[in-house]
């Protein structure tokens, strides 16, 4: 099982700002498998980015995805109120399917 | 729109049973791979278990040890998880998710959960 680590554990910024946030894999894993995700209290869980820098659908530029092999990284540029939230990085695997980093929580 | 709507949470002793349900609309049910996920308190996201299209593949987490089995009925564009012999541990929201279409397998639609309560 491949460990995902997210970094900082909270990240607190104004609006504006630009956020950056990490994930890192215990292993080499394929860009292709890692998915970023913003999580609102309550809410569904919201799918920002796929295959390490595709937006999906809906998704406004200012949220941007890079990195691979073992470094990944979610930017959010001009930080807004509504982006308050705690995002986490997925990775897709033979066993597990899917496991998530821990998470990383963005106060504005 | 894409819409999951999970329902059939609540409380529950230790050692009981509960079945939770995920009604999809918006799209066409029987073409997607389905996921369950739950979050546990104060914890991150955990992958449950997996279904395919047709219900010909299914997966779980190794941590369940046969205690939850998945199913769906495309007919009632319904997705299911029926959980036994529940623990404290098992307390959490669970979410249906489904995979997506193409490409690479990754989640891209949520439900809002259904919270989950294994206590005496």
């Known amino acids: 099982e491949i460990v995902l680590t997210q970094s900082p554990g909270t990240l607190s910024l104004s609006p504006g700002e630009r956020a950056t946030l990490s994930c890192r894999a215990g292993?080499?894993?394929?860009?292709?498998?890692l998915a970023w995700y913003q999580h609102k209290p309550g809410q569904a869980p919201r799918l920002l980015i796929y295959?390490?820098?595709s937006r999906a659908t809906g998704i406004p530029d200012r949220f941007s995805g890079s990195g691979s092999g073992t470094d990944f990284t979610l930017t959010i540029s001009r930080l807004e109120p509504d982006d308050v939230a705690v995002y986490y990085c997925?990775?897709?695997?033979?066993?597990?399917?899917?496991?998530f980093g821990q998470g990383t929580k963005l106060e504005i | 729109e894409v819409q999951l709507v999970e329902s059939g949470g609540g409380l529950v002793k230790p050692g009981g049973s509960l079945r939770l349900s995920c009604a999809a609309s918006?799209?066409?049910?029987?073409?997607?791979?389905m996921n369950w996920v739950r979050q546990a308190p104060g914890k991150g996201l955990e992958w449950v278990s997996y279904?395919?299209?047709?219900?010909?593949?299914?997966y779980y987490a190794d941590s369940l040890k046969g205690r939850f089995t998945i199913s769906r009925d495309n007919a009632r564009n319904s997705l299911f998880l029926q959980m036994n012999s529940l623990r404290a541990e098992d307390t959490a929201v669970y979410y249906c998710?489904?995979?997506?279409?193409?490409?690479?397998?990754?989640?891209?639609?949520w439900g809002q959960g259904t919270l989950v309560t294994v206590s005496s």
């Open positions: 998710a489904r995979e997506a279409a193409v490409g690479v397998p990754h989640t891209d639609y």
């Open positions: 918006g799209f066409n049910f029987s073409d997607y791979n």
């Open positions: 279904i395919s299209s047709g219900s010909h593949f299914i």
């Open positions: 292993q080499s894993l394929s860009r292709s498998y």
């Open positions: 295959s390490a820098i």
């Open positions: 997925q990775q897709y695997g033979s066993s597990p399917r899917y496991t």
